[in-house]
């Protein structure tokens, strides 16, 4: 499977900030995919990165909050933009590879940015 | 709309054995899958399960039942490095996942 490189592993902000979170992957991949976690909370998609067009945002997500980058088939970032404290979440970037023996597309997380608002 | 419930903690004892439970009500179903996600890292997947019936893999095996909406997590001989999260996830018709909230289990000695 991929290994995913992500950094930050965290960090505190201040609101109105913004910061970016970047994600090398060791193999080239199509799709990127940008998650958050709240404490508690299920598992987010922000948004999917493809290489080459713009990245495809989910319900409640917006390009101007969330801005992402895509220039190869191994790096990606994403941007938190003039943060507020609820903002403050787990950033995860993933990659999907075959992993399981049914052939399904497996997904490969980085070790996440913990991002804190004040 | 779409959701996953499963068990927000369970805490059972070193050696023994915990059943972690998922339902799911999606739009179409292709697949669903089980991560374990330890505090302050990254989820890892652990089982896939598209066809009815119970997948094992060594102390963990995984059960789906489709038309029950039903999923469970077995994991047998606990150690104390089983302590994490379980998140359980569908992928639906549109081949997006759904995640649910994860299950916290708690390994006591």
């Known amino acids: 499977s991929a290994v995913i490189s992500q950094k930050p592993s965290r960090d505190i902000c201040q609101r109105g900030t913004s910061l970016t979170i970047q994600c090398q992957v060791d193999?080239?991949?199509?799709?990127m995919f940008w998650y958050r976690q709240q404490p508690g909370q299920s598992l987010t998609l922000i948004a999917t990165?493809?290489?080459?067009?713009?990245?495809?945002?989910e319900s409640g997500f917006v390009i101007d909050k969330f801005p992402i980058s895509r220039p190869n088939l191994t790096f990606s970032t994403l941007t938190v933009s003039n943060m507020s404290p609820e903002d403050s979440s787990i950033y995860l970037c993933?990659?999907?590879?075959?992993?399981?023996?049914?052939?399904?597309?497996?997904?490969?997380f980085g070790a996440g940015s913990r991002l804190t608002v004040l | 709309g779409q959701n996953i419930d499963q068990p927000t903690e369970m805490t059972a004892t070193e050696g023994a054995i915990v059943q972690i439970n998922c339902t799911y009500q999606?739009?179409?179903?292709?697949?669903l899958f089980w991560y374990q996600q330890h505090a302050g890292e990254a989820p890892t997947f652990l089982s896939y399960?598209?066809l009815d019936g119970l997948e094992e893999k060594g102390r963990f095996s995984s059960f789906l039942s489709r038309s029950k909406g039903y999923s469970y997590l077995l994991l047998k001989e606990l150690q104390m490095k089983d302590s994490a999260s379980y998140l359980c996830?569908?992928?639906?018709?549109?081949?997006?996942?759904?995640w649910g909230a994860g299950t916290k289990l708690i390994i006591k000695p």
């Open positions: 193999s080239q991949v199509t799709m």
């Open positions: 993933s990659v999907a590879t075959g992993g399981s023996s049914s052939g399904a597309n497996v997904l490969t």
């Open positions: 990165a493809n290489q080459g067009s713009e990245a495809t945002y």
């Open positions: 399960n598209v």
């Open positions: 999606t739009s179409g179903f292709n697949g």
């Open positions: 996830a569908v992928t639906d018709s549109n081949y997006q996942l759904i």
